[in-house]
Nanobody, 119 residues
Framework: QVQLVESGGDLVQPGGSLRLSCAAS????????MSWYRQAPGKERELVAA???????TYADSVKGRFTISRDNAKNTVYLQMNSLKPEDTAVYYC?????????????WGQGTQVTVSS
């Protein structure tokens, strides 16, 4: 059974840090492009960070220099280290796994974890 289980969301003060985890089962994260998305109330879901199967990472401009995506193949888990958090980072954060070819696509979503940045 394929599962993505996020954890690590919390209430944190501005300037604080959190590390989100996305534990995968039923597939191997190193063979997928893994991403973190977020969705704030009343807004569309947006891509925050992604790491390819080759290990290359990309970030939304709004989080560059503050967030870091990483992958632990031994634990089959992807992480999002979030530093210097701002109130505008408040959202539900979702983990996504995606693999595609010219003729097919397979993707999975986690259930989300709430991050609230507030004093």
């Amino acid at each position: 059974q394929v599962q993505l289980v996020e954890s690590g969301g919390d209430l944190v003060q501005p300037g604080g840090s959190l590390r989100l985890s996305c534990a995968a089962s039923g597939f191997t994260v190193s063979t997928f492009a893994m991403s973190w998305y977020r969705q704030a109330p009343g807004k569309e879901r947006e891509l925050v960070a992604a790491i390819t199967s080759a290990g290359s990472s990309t970030y939304a401009d709004s989080v560059k220099g503050r967030f870091t995506i990483s992958r632990d193949n031994a634990k089959n888990t992807v992480y999002l280290q979030m530093n210097s958090l701002k109130p505008e980072d408040t959202a539900v954060y979702y983990c996504n796994a995606d693999r595609r070819s010219a003729s097919w696509r397979t993707y999975y979503w986690g259930q989300g974890t709430q991050v609230t940045v507030s004093s």
